[in-house]
Protein backbone atom coordinates (compact mmCIF):
# COMPACT_ATOMS: atom_id res chain seq x y z
CA UNK A 1 0.00 0.00 0.00
CA UNK A 2 2.70 2.05 0.91
CA UNK A 3 4.65 1.83 -2.28
CA UNK A 4 1.62 1.82 -4.63
CA UNK A 5 1.10 5.34 -2.78
CA UNK A 6 4.35 6.37 -3.38
CA UNK A 7 4.34 5.44 -7.01
CA UNK A 8 1.38 7.53 -7.02
CA UNK A 9 3.07 10.29 -6.03
CA UNK A 10 5.94 9.72 -8.06
CA UNK A 11 3.49 9.60 -11.26
CA UNK A 12 1.40 12.21 -10.45
CA UNK A 13 4.19 15.06 -9.40
CA UNK A 14 5.79 14.05 -13.33
CA UNK A 15 2.19 14.61 -14.34
CA UNK A 16 2.54 18.17 -12.86
CA UNK A 17 5.79 18.70 -14.80
CA UNK A 18 4.97 17.81 -17.70
CA UNK A 19 1.78 19.93 -17.69
CA UNK A 20 4.82 22.66 -15.95
CA UNK A 21 6.69 22.58 -19.35
CA UNK A 22 3.82 22.71 -21.88
CA UNK A 23 2.26 25.19 -20.81
CA UNK A 24 6.46 27.31 -21.10
CA UNK A 25 5.67 26.18 -24.47
CA UNK A 26 1.96 27.18 -25.00
CA UNK A 27 0.59 30.62 -25.39
CA UNK A 28 -1.12 32.54 -24.45
CA UNK A 29 1.68 33.50 -21.93
CA UNK A 30 -0.01 35.52 -18.44
CA UNK A 31 2.53 38.07 -18.97
CA UNK A 32 0.61 40.63 -16.46
CA UNK A 33 0.68 37.68 -13.99
CA UNK A 34 4.02 36.72 -14.43
CA UNK A 35 5.36 40.46 -14.04
CA UNK A 36 3.42 40.98 -10.83
CA UNK A 37 5.44 37.45 -9.26
CA UNK A 38 8.32 39.07 -10.36
CA UNK A 39 7.76 41.59 -8.70
CA UNK A 40 6.63 39.91 -5.66
CA UNK A 41 9.67 37.70 -5.85
CA UNK A 42 12.21 40.58 -5.77
CA UNK A 43 10.18 42.29 -3.07
CA UNK A 44 9.87 38.92 -0.61
CA UNK A 45 13.67 37.86 -1.38
CA UNK A 46 15.71 41.28 -1.81
CA UNK A 47 16.30 42.59 1.91
CA UNK A 48 17.28 39.38 2.89
CA UNK A 49 19.30 38.60 0.20
CA UNK A 50 21.66 41.86 0.13
CA UNK A 51 21.79 41.57 4.43
CA UNK A 52 23.35 38.17 4.11
CA UNK A 53 25.39 38.57 0.65
CA UNK A 54 27.35 41.55 2.35
CA UNK A 55 27.94 39.98 5.81
CA UNK A 56 29.32 36.49 3.78
CA UNK A 57 31.32 38.45 1.58
CA UNK A 58 32.90 40.23 4.21
CA UNK A 59 33.11 36.74 6.72
CA UNK A 60 34.81 35.01 3.32
CA UNK A 61 37.24 37.51 2.82
CA UNK A 62 38.52 38.03 6.89
CA UNK A 63 38.39 34.11 7.15
CA UNK A 64 40.64 33.79 3.85
CA UNK A 65 42.87 36.79 4.47
CA UNK A 66 45.11 35.26 7.48
CA UNK A 67 46.05 31.59 5.02
CA UNK A 68 46.41 33.41 2.36
CA UNK A 69 48.52 35.80 3.79
CA UNK A 70 50.42 32.78 5.83
CA UNK A 71 51.88 31.92 2.13
CA UNK A 72 52.85 35.64 1.13
CA UNK A 73 49.54 35.55 -1.42
CA UNK A 74 47.48 38.27 -0.22
CA UNK A 75 47.42 39.27 -3.64
CA UNK A 76 45.27 36.63 -4.89
CA UNK A 77 42.26 37.63 -2.39
CA UNK A 78 40.32 39.41 -5.22
CA UNK A 79 40.62 35.86 -7.37
CA UNK A 80 40.13 33.84 -4.30
CA UNK A 81 36.88 35.40 -3.25
CA UNK A 82 35.47 36.46 -6.84
CA UNK A 83 35.87 32.82 -8.07
CA UNK A 84 34.00 31.53 -4.62
CA UNK A 85 31.25 33.75 -4.41
CA UNK A 86 30.30 33.74 -8.26
CA UNK A 87 30.82 29.84 -8.90
CA UNK A 88 29.23 28.50 -5.53
CA UNK A 89 28.37 31.32 -2.98
CA UNK A 90 26.23 33.95 -4.64
CA UNK A 91 23.82 30.83 -6.21
CA UNK A 92 24.14 29.13 -2.69
CA UNK A 93 23.26 31.97 -0.20
CA UNK A 94 20.52 33.00 -2.99
CA UNK A 95 19.22 29.61 -3.63
CA UNK A 96 18.46 29.24 0.06
CA UNK A 97 17.14 32.11 0.96
CA UNK A 98 14.67 32.02 -1.97
CA UNK A 99 13.69 28.37 -0.90
CA UNK A 100 12.82 29.56 2.80
CA UNK A 101 11.28 32.61 1.79
CA UNK A 102 9.26 32.12 -1.27
CA UNK A 103 9.02 28.33 -0.92
CA UNK A 104 6.98 28.97 1.71
CA UNK A 105 5.35 31.53 0.42
CA UNK A 106 4.02 30.09 -2.59
CA UNK A 107 3.06 26.56 -1.01
CA UNK A 108 1.03 28.37 1.84
CA UNK A 109 -0.97 31.14 -0.41
CA UNK A 110 -1.74 28.40 -3.69
CA UNK A 111 -2.13 26.07 -0.58
CA UNK A 112 -4.99 28.20 1.07
CA UNK A 113 -6.32 28.94 -2.24
CA UNK A 114 -6.74 25.29 -2.46
CA UNK A 115 -8.30 24.53 0.96
CA UNK A 116 -10.81 27.36 0.72
CA UNK A 117 -11.52 26.09 -2.53
CA UNK A 118 -10.44 29.43 -4.45
CA UNK A 119 -8.62 26.99 -6.84
CA UNK A 120 -11.84 24.96 -7.61
CA UNK A 121 -13.62 28.14 -7.87
CA UNK A 122 -11.70 29.26 -11.01
CA UNK A 123 -11.79 25.55 -12.33
CA UNK A 124 -15.22 25.86 -12.51
CA UNK A 125 -15.19 29.03 -14.38
CA UNK A 126 -13.18 28.25 -16.99
CA UNK A 127 -10.61 30.63 -15.78
CA UNK A 128 -7.80 28.20 -16.26
CA UNK A 129 -5.85 28.06 -12.71
CA UNK A 130 -3.36 26.64 -13.17
CA UNK A 131 -1.48 28.91 -16.13
CA UNK A 132 -2.83 31.54 -14.02
CA UNK A 133 -1.58 31.01 -10.47
CA UNK A 134 1.28 27.78 -11.50
CA UNK A 135 2.98 28.79 -14.56
CA UNK A 136 3.04 31.93 -13.68
CA UNK A 137 4.72 31.98 -10.15
CA UNK A 138 7.25 29.16 -11.63
CA UNK A 139 8.52 31.54 -14.93
CA UNK A 140 8.51 34.50 -12.30
CA UNK A 141 11.05 32.25 -10.06
CA UNK A 142 12.91 30.94 -12.96
CA UNK A 143 13.46 33.93 -14.12
CA UNK A 144 14.08 36.37 -11.10
CA UNK A 145 16.95 33.84 -9.60
CA UNK A 146 19.56 34.66 -12.34
CA UNK A 147 19.13 38.15 -11.60
CA UNK A 148 19.03 37.65 -7.37
CA UNK A 149 22.32 35.99 -7.63
CA UNK A 150 24.26 38.55 -10.12
CA UNK A 151 22.93 41.09 -7.44
CA UNK A 152 24.13 38.69 -4.74
CA UNK A 153 27.62 38.47 -6.81
CA UNK A 154 27.59 42.05 -6.46
CA UNK A 155 27.00 42.86 -2.91
CA UNK A 156 28.98 39.89 -1.63
CA UNK A 157 31.65 41.65 -3.74
CA UNK A 158 31.38 44.85 -2.51
CA UNK A 159 31.30 43.36 0.77
CA UNK A 160 34.94 41.99 0.73
CA UNK A 161 36.09 45.06 -1.28
CA UNK A 162 35.05 46.84 1.55
CA UNK A 163 36.93 44.71 3.90
CA UNK A 164 40.13 44.61 2.02
CA UNK A 165 39.98 48.29 1.59
CA UNK A 166 39.46 48.88 5.72
CA UNK A 167 42.55 46.96 5.91
CA UNK A 168 44.96 48.33 3.04
CA UNK A 169 43.11 50.50 1.36
CA UNK A 170 43.29 49.43 -1.59
CA UNK A 171 41.38 51.00 -4.61
CA UNK A 172 37.94 50.40 -5.98
CA UNK A 173 39.24 49.41 -9.45
CA UNK A 174 42.16 47.57 -8.42
CA UNK A 175 39.95 45.00 -6.78
CA UNK A 176 37.29 44.91 -9.41
CA UNK A 177 40.08 44.45 -12.32
CA UNK A 178 41.04 41.77 -10.46
CA UNK A 179 37.71 40.14 -9.57
CA UNK A 180 37.35 41.14 -13.67
CA UNK A 181 39.73 38.93 -14.77
CA UNK A 182 39.69 36.37 -13.17
CA UNK A 183 35.76 35.48 -13.28
CA UNK A 184 35.40 33.67 -16.62
CA UNK A 185 32.42 33.78 -18.73
CA UNK A 186 32.06 30.02 -18.03
CA UNK A 187 31.74 30.90 -14.31
CA UNK A 188 29.12 33.40 -15.18
CA UNK A 189 27.23 31.00 -17.26
CA UNK A 190 27.07 28.12 -15.32
CA UNK A 191 25.74 30.18 -12.04
CA UNK A 192 23.16 31.73 -13.88
CA UNK A 193 22.10 28.17 -15.63
CA UNK A 194 22.17 26.79 -12.48
CA UNK A 195 20.14 29.87 -10.59
CA UNK A 196 17.78 29.49 -13.60
CA UNK A 197 17.22 25.71 -11.91
CA UNK A 198 17.25 26.68 -8.59
CA UNK A 199 14.51 28.95 -9.46
CA UNK A 200 12.52 26.53 -11.09
CA UNK A 201 13.06 24.21 -8.65
CA UNK A 202 11.56 26.08 -5.95
CA UNK A 203 8.59 27.43 -7.98
CA UNK A 204 7.77 23.57 -8.82
CA UNK A 205 7.95 22.72 -5.21
CA UNK A 206 6.09 25.57 -3.74
CA UNK A 207 3.46 24.97 -6.52
CA UNK A 208 3.11 21.56 -6.32
CA UNK A 209 2.95 21.22 -2.22
CA UNK A 210 0.33 24.08 -2.08
CA UNK A 211 -1.85 23.23 -5.01
CA UNK A 212 -2.11 19.49 -3.65
CA UNK A 213 -2.57 20.69 -0.06
CA UNK A 214 -5.01 18.50 2.12
CA UNK A 215 -7.80 20.11 3.22
CA UNK A 216 -7.81 21.78 6.69
CA UNK A 217 -5.50 24.51 8.05
CA UNK A 218 -2.84 21.97 8.98
CA UNK A 219 -2.82 21.30 5.06
CA UNK A 220 -1.63 24.95 4.15
CA UNK A 221 1.10 24.83 7.37
CA UNK A 222 2.20 21.43 6.14
CA UNK A 223 2.07 22.57 2.31
CA UNK A 224 4.13 25.56 3.28
CA UNK A 225 6.62 23.27 5.62
CA UNK A 226 7.55 20.69 2.75
CA UNK A 227 7.72 23.27 -0.09
CA UNK A 228 10.68 24.50 1.98
CA UNK A 229 12.33 21.21 3.12
CA UNK A 230 12.28 19.80 -0.64
CA UNK A 231 13.47 22.65 -2.48
CA UNK A 232 16.40 23.18 0.21
CA UNK A 233 17.27 19.34 -0.81
CA UNK A 234 16.78 20.29 -4.38
CA UNK A 235 19.13 23.41 -4.55
CA UNK A 236 22.34 21.14 -3.00
CA UNK A 237 21.27 18.51 -5.32
CA UNK A 238 21.30 20.78 -8.34
CA UNK A 239 24.60 22.79 -7.12
CA UNK A 240 26.23 19.21 -7.42
CA UNK A 241 25.41 18.11 -10.59
CA UNK A 242 25.63 21.46 -12.20
CA UNK A 243 29.39 21.38 -10.80
CA UNK A 244 29.67 17.76 -12.33
CA UNK A 245 28.11 19.40 -15.55
CA UNK A 246 30.53 22.17 -15.08
CA UNK A 247 33.70 20.35 -14.68
CA UNK A 248 33.49 18.44 -17.99
CA UNK A 249 33.40 22.17 -19.80
CA UNK A 250 36.32 23.30 -17.48
CA UNK A 251 38.97 20.60 -18.59
CA UNK B 1 -29.18 -1.38 -2.05
CA UNK B 2 -32.70 0.11 -4.31
CA UNK B 3 -33.24 2.75 -6.06
CA UNK B 4 -36.69 3.80 -7.35
CA UNK B 5 -38.35 2.31 -10.23
CA UNK B 6 -38.75 5.46 -11.96
CA UNK B 7 -34.66 5.84 -12.50
CA UNK B 8 -34.22 2.84 -14.85
CA UNK B 9 -36.53 4.46 -17.56
CA UNK B 10 -34.95 7.68 -18.50
CA UNK B 11 -35.70 11.50 -19.54
CA UNK B 12 -39.11 11.24 -19.15
CA UNK B 13 -40.96 11.93 -16.19
CA UNK B 14 -44.73 11.68 -14.64
CA UNK B 15 -44.81 15.86 -14.17
CA UNK B 16 -45.03 16.29 -18.02
CA UNK B 17 -43.03 17.14 -20.77
CA UNK B 18 -40.02 19.49 -19.56
CA UNK B 19 -36.91 19.29 -20.97
CA UNK B 20 -33.92 17.50 -18.58
CA UNK B 21 -31.22 19.48 -18.34
CA UNK B 22 -29.02 17.36 -16.14
CA UNK B 23 -28.86 13.61 -15.50
CA UNK B 24 -26.68 11.67 -13.27
CA UNK B 25 -27.03 7.96 -13.46
CA UNK B 26 -25.68 5.38 -10.86
CA UNK B 27 -22.82 7.33 -9.96
CA UNK B 28 -20.16 6.17 -7.60
CA UNK B 29 -17.10 7.63 -5.33
CA UNK B 30 -15.25 6.20 -2.82
CA UNK B 31 -12.16 7.92 -1.36
CA UNK B 32 -9.82 5.62 -0.18
CA UNK B 33 -11.91 2.92 1.87
CA UNK B 34 -14.81 4.72 2.08
CA UNK B 35 -17.11 4.67 -0.07
CA UNK B 36 -19.38 8.03 -0.41
CA UNK B 37 -21.74 7.45 -3.47
CA UNK B 38 -22.78 4.34 -4.00
CA UNK B 39 -24.98 4.79 -6.94
CA UNK B 40 -26.60 8.07 -6.81
CA UNK B 41 -29.24 9.26 -9.87
CA UNK B 42 -30.72 12.37 -10.29
CA UNK B 43 -32.37 14.16 -13.46
CA UNK B 44 -32.69 17.95 -13.12
CA UNK B 45 -35.33 19.66 -14.96
CA UNK B 46 -35.75 23.08 -16.76
CA UNK B 47 -36.33 25.64 -14.93
CA UNK B 48 -37.07 24.24 -11.41
CA UNK B 49 -34.94 24.05 -8.00
CA UNK B 50 -34.37 20.78 -6.73
CA UNK B 51 -33.36 20.60 -2.99
CA UNK B 52 -31.07 17.94 -2.55
CA UNK B 53 -31.41 16.92 1.63
CA UNK B 54 -29.16 14.94 3.66
CA UNK B 55 -26.87 15.04 6.61
CA UNK B 56 -23.10 16.15 6.73
CA UNK B 57 -20.73 13.82 4.96
CA UNK B 58 -23.17 11.89 2.63
CA UNK B 59 -21.46 13.12 -0.14
CA UNK B 60 -24.00 16.26 -1.47
CA UNK B 61 -20.95 18.25 -2.07
CA UNK B 62 -19.23 15.86 -3.94
CA UNK B 63 -21.88 15.02 -6.14
CA UNK B 64 -22.24 18.34 -7.39
CA UNK B 65 -18.31 18.73 -7.33
CA UNK B 66 -18.64 15.58 -10.00
CA UNK B 67 -21.39 17.35 -12.30
CA UNK B 68 -19.05 20.28 -12.87
CA UNK B 69 -16.00 17.52 -13.80
CA UNK B 70 -14.39 19.00 -10.15
CA UNK B 71 -14.05 15.33 -9.03
CA UNK B 72 -13.38 12.55 -10.91
CA UNK B 73 -16.25 9.76 -10.02
CA UNK B 74 -15.11 5.82 -10.04
CA UNK B 75 -18.17 4.84 -12.17
CA UNK B 76 -21.69 6.10 -13.54
CA UNK B 77 -22.45 8.56 -15.59
CA UNK B 78 -23.46 12.47 -15.81
CA UNK B 79 -24.86 14.61 -18.55
CA UNK B 80 -25.28 18.38 -18.54
CA UNK B 81 -26.99 20.42 -21.00
CA UNK B 82 -26.67 17.08 -23.13
CA UNK B 83 -23.15 16.56 -22.76
CA UNK B 84 -21.25 13.55 -21.23
CA UNK B 85 -18.93 15.74 -18.79
CA UNK B 86 -16.37 13.14 -18.70
CA UNK B 87 -15.73 12.75 -22.18
CA UNK B 88 -15.39 16.51 -23.39
CA UNK B 89 -12.06 17.54 -24.03
CA UNK B 90 -10.33 20.57 -21.64
CA UNK B 91 -12.20 23.71 -24.18
CA UNK B 92 -15.48 21.86 -24.51
CA UNK B 93 -15.62 21.64 -20.94
CA UNK B 94 -14.69 25.08 -20.14
CA UNK B 95 -16.98 26.12 -22.70
CA UNK B 96 -19.89 23.62 -20.49
CA UNK B 97 -18.57 25.31 -17.33
CA UNK B 98 -19.48 28.42 -18.11
CA UNK B 99 -23.44 27.59 -18.58
CA UNK B 100 -23.16 25.79 -14.64
CA UNK B 101 -23.00 28.51 -11.91
CA UNK B 102 -21.47 26.83 -8.98
CA UNK B 103 -21.86 28.51 -5.54
CA UNK B 104 -19.47 26.95 -2.86
CA UNK B 105 -19.83 26.05 0.11
CA UNK B 106 -17.48 28.53 2.04
CA UNK B 107 -18.10 30.98 -0.77
CA UNK B 108 -14.70 30.51 -2.04
CA UNK B 109 -14.50 34.48 -2.55
CA UNK B 110 -10.39 35.19 -4.36
CA UNK B 111 -9.10 36.98 -1.21
CA UNK B 112 -6.31 38.78 -2.61
CA UNK B 113 -8.76 40.75 -5.00
CA UNK B 114 -11.34 43.23 -4.55
CA UNK B 115 -15.51 42.29 -4.90
CA UNK B 116 -14.92 43.80 -8.51
CA UNK B 117 -11.78 41.23 -9.15
CA UNK B 118 -13.42 39.23 -8.10
CA UNK B 119 -16.48 39.45 -10.67
CA UNK B 120 -13.94 40.69 -13.48
CA UNK B 121 -11.88 37.52 -13.00
CA UNK B 122 -14.19 34.99 -15.25
CA UNK B 123 -15.11 38.11 -17.84
CA UNK B 124 -12.05 38.81 -18.02
CA UNK B 125 -10.50 35.63 -18.15
CA UNK B 126 -12.95 33.34 -19.86
CA UNK B 127 -15.11 35.43 -22.08
CA UNK B 128 -12.67 38.11 -22.78
CA UNK B 129 -14.46 41.40 -22.14
CA UNK B 130 -11.92 44.17 -21.53
CA UNK B 131 -14.26 47.26 -22.04
CA UNK B 132 -14.61 49.28 -19.08
CA UNK B 133 -17.36 50.21 -19.21
CA UNK B 134 -18.48 46.86 -20.40
CA UNK B 135 -17.39 45.28 -17.16
CA UNK B 136 -18.69 48.32 -14.88
CA UNK B 137 -21.93 47.32 -16.53
CA UNK B 138 -21.92 43.84 -15.93
CA UNK B 139 -20.48 44.00 -12.57
CA UNK B 140 -22.87 46.35 -10.85
CA UNK B 141 -25.83 44.17 -12.74
CA UNK B 142 -24.67 41.18 -11.00
CA UNK B 143 -24.13 43.10 -7.41
CA UNK B 144 -27.37 45.17 -7.47
CA UNK B 145 -29.10 41.76 -8.18
CA UNK B 146 -27.97 40.26 -4.90
CA UNK B 147 -28.28 43.67 -3.30
CA UNK B 148 -24.57 44.02 -3.06
CA UNK B 149 -23.67 46.90 -5.18
CA UNK B 150 -21.78 49.00 -2.23
CA UNK B 151 -19.51 46.73 -1.25
CA UNK B 152 -18.01 46.97 -5.11
CA UNK B 153 -14.32 47.62 -3.68
CA UNK B 154 -14.09 46.14 -0.61
CA UNK B 155 -11.60 43.11 0.27
CA UNK B 156 -13.86 40.24 1.15
CA UNK B 157 -12.48 39.95 4.22
CA UNK B 158 -14.36 43.00 5.06
CA UNK B 159 -17.47 41.32 4.26
CA UNK B 160 -19.91 38.70 6.82
CA UNK B 161 -20.48 35.77 6.02
CA UNK B 162 -23.96 35.96 4.12
CA UNK B 163 -22.58 38.55 1.93
CA UNK B 164 -19.23 36.36 1.26
CA UNK B 165 -22.27 34.15 -0.03
CA UNK B 166 -24.17 36.81 -1.73
CA UNK B 167 -21.13 38.25 -3.71
CA UNK B 168 -20.05 34.53 -4.98
CA UNK B 169 -23.76 34.13 -6.14
CA UNK B 170 -23.38 37.08 -7.98
CA UNK B 171 -19.78 35.73 -9.53
CA UNK B 172 -21.42 32.84 -11.05
CA UNK B 173 -24.70 34.75 -11.72
CA UNK B 174 -22.18 37.31 -14.08
CA UNK B 175 -22.00 34.39 -16.45
CA UNK B 176 -25.46 33.96 -17.11
CA UNK B 177 -25.37 30.59 -16.47
CA UNK B 178 -28.56 27.74 -17.37
CA UNK B 179 -27.81 25.74 -14.17
CA UNK B 180 -26.86 26.89 -10.89
CA UNK B 181 -25.52 24.52 -8.18
CA UNK B 182 -26.03 25.89 -4.68
CA UNK B 183 -23.65 23.98 -2.31
CA UNK B 184 -25.04 24.66 1.14
CA UNK B 185 -26.53 28.63 0.57
CA UNK B 186 -27.42 28.98 4.04
CA UNK B 187 -25.30 27.34 6.24
CA UNK B 188 -23.75 28.95 9.45
CA UNK B 189 -26.51 32.27 8.45
CA UNK B 190 -29.04 33.65 11.04
CA UNK B 191 -32.01 32.69 10.33
CA UNK B 192 -33.18 36.28 8.74
CA UNK B 193 -30.39 36.21 6.39
CA UNK B 194 -31.26 32.70 5.24
CA UNK B 195 -34.85 33.84 4.34
CA UNK B 196 -32.89 36.61 2.12
CA UNK B 197 -30.91 34.00 0.50
CA UNK B 198 -34.33 31.91 -0.20
CA UNK B 199 -35.50 34.70 -1.88
CA UNK B 200 -32.44 35.39 -3.57
CA UNK B 201 -32.33 32.18 -5.14
CA UNK B 202 -36.22 32.33 -6.45
CA UNK B 203 -35.71 35.65 -7.84
CA UNK B 204 -32.45 34.35 -9.83
CA UNK B 205 -34.66 31.59 -11.00
CA UNK B 206 -37.45 34.83 -12.26
CA UNK B 207 -34.90 36.54 -14.04
CA UNK B 208 -32.31 34.34 -15.31
CA UNK B 209 -34.72 30.77 -15.83
CA UNK B 210 -31.88 28.72 -14.41
CA UNK B 211 -32.74 25.39 -13.14
CA UNK B 212 -31.24 25.19 -9.76
CA UNK B 213 -29.82 22.39 -7.70
CA UNK B 214 -29.56 23.43 -4.28
CA UNK B 215 -28.03 21.31 -1.77
CA UNK B 216 -28.72 21.87 2.09
CA UNK B 217 -29.86 20.41 5.49
CA UNK B 218 -32.04 23.51 6.16
CA UNK B 219 -35.35 22.00 6.30
CA UNK B 220 -36.91 26.02 6.16
CA UNK B 221 -34.73 26.92 3.25
CA UNK B 222 -35.88 23.52 1.16
CA UNK B 223 -39.25 24.20 2.20
CA UNK B 224 -39.04 27.80 0.89
CA UNK B 225 -37.14 27.27 -2.14
CA UNK B 226 -38.05 23.56 -3.31
CA UNK B 227 -40.62 22.40 -6.49
CA UNK B 228 -39.01 18.76 -6.16
CA UNK B 229 -36.74 17.32 -2.62
CA UNK B 230 -34.10 14.14 -3.33
CA UNK B 231 -33.21 12.65 -0.14
CA UNK B 232 -29.33 11.88 -0.27
CA UNK B 233 -29.44 9.07 1.90
CA UNK B 234 -26.25 6.44 2.72
CA UNK B 235 -25.02 7.34 -0.59
CA UNK B 236 -28.05 6.97 -2.51
CA UNK B 237 -31.16 8.75 -3.60
CA UNK B 238 -33.51 7.52 -1.10
CA UNK B 239 -36.49 9.51 -1.80
CA UNK B 240 -37.77 11.74 -4.19
CA UNK B 241 -41.01 14.11 -4.00
CA UNK B 242 -42.68 17.34 -2.94
CA UNK B 243 -41.76 19.21 0.51
CA UNK B 244 -45.11 18.35 1.39
CA UNK B 245 -45.41 14.66 -0.15
CA UNK B 246 -41.78 14.34 2.21
CA UNK B 247 -42.79 16.19 5.06
CA UNK B 248 -45.11 12.96 6.08
CA UNK B 249 -42.39 10.24 5.69
CA UNK B 250 -41.92 8.08 8.23
CA UNK B 251 -38.75 6.83 7.08
CA UNK B 252 -36.46 6.18 9.85
CA UNK B 253 -33.44 8.72 8.13
CA UNK B 254 -35.31 11.34 6.95
CA UNK B 255 -38.45 11.81 9.44
CA UNK B 256 -35.84 13.68 11.60
CA UNK B 257 -35.37 15.91 9.30
CA UNK B 258 -39.07 17.36 8.73
CA UNK B 259 -39.53 16.74 13.39
CA UNK B 260 -36.71 19.67 13.86
N1 LIG C 1 -11.15 15.35 -1.95
C1 LIG C 1 -11.50 14.47 -1.00
N2 LIG C 1 -10.60 13.56 -0.56
C2 LIG C 1 -10.93 12.66 0.37
N3 LIG C 1 -12.13 12.58 0.94
C3 LIG C 1 -13.09 13.43 0.55
C4 LIG C 1 -12.81 14.42 -0.45
N4 LIG C 1 -13.93 15.15 -0.64
C5 LIG C 1 -14.85 14.63 0.19
N5 LIG C 1 -14.36 13.60 0.90
C6 LIG C 1 -15.09 12.79 1.88
O1 LIG C 1 -16.33 12.47 1.33
C7 LIG C 1 -17.35 12.55 2.31
C8 LIG C 1 -18.48 13.38 1.82
O2 LIG C 1 -18.03 14.72 1.68
P1 LIG C 1 -18.96 15.89 1.22
O3 LIG C 1 -18.15 17.12 1.32
O4 LIG C 1 -19.58 15.59 -0.08
O5 LIG C 1 -20.09 15.90 2.33
P2 LIG C 1 -21.39 16.79 2.38
O6 LIG C 1 -22.53 15.89 2.19
O7 LIG C 1 -21.24 17.92 1.46
O8 LIG C 1 -21.38 17.26 3.89
P3 LIG C 1 -21.49 18.72 4.50
O9 LIG C 1 -22.92 18.94 4.76
O10 LIG C 1 -20.69 18.64 5.74
O11 LIG C 1 -20.89 19.65 3.51
C9 LIG C 1 -16.69 13.08 3.57
O12 LIG C 1 -16.51 12.01 4.44
C10 LIG C 1 -15.36 13.59 3.12
O13 LIG C 1 -14.39 13.32 4.10
MG1 LIG D 1 -20.80 19.85 1.55
Redesign the interface.
Known sequence: MRLRNFLLRVADIHRFVVQVIKHFFMPPYEVREIIRQCFAVGNRSLFLITFTAFIAGIVFTRQSRPSLASFGAESWLPSLVSQAVVRSLGPLITGLICAGKLGSNIGAELGSMQVSEQIDAMEVSGTRPFSYLVVSRITATTLMLPLLVVYADVVALLGSFMTVNFINSSSFALYFNEVATNVTYLDVFSSLIKSAFFGFAIGLVGSYAGYHSEKGTTGVGKAANSAVVISMILIFVIDLLGLQVTNIFRR | MHYPETYTSTSHHAEGERNVVATVRNLKKSFGDREVLKGMNLDLYESENLVILGRSGTGKSVLI?CM?G?IRPDSGTIEVLGQNVFSLNPDE???L??Q?G?S???S????SMTVRENLE??LK??LKIFDKHKLEELVTTALEDVGLAHTINQMPAELSGGMKKRV?IA??LI?KPKIMLYDEPTSGLDPITSMEINDLILSVREKYKTSSIIITHDISSAKHTSDRIIALIDGQNKMEGTFEALSETTDPDLEPFFKY
Open positions: KVLLNARLVFFQGALYDFPRNGRTL
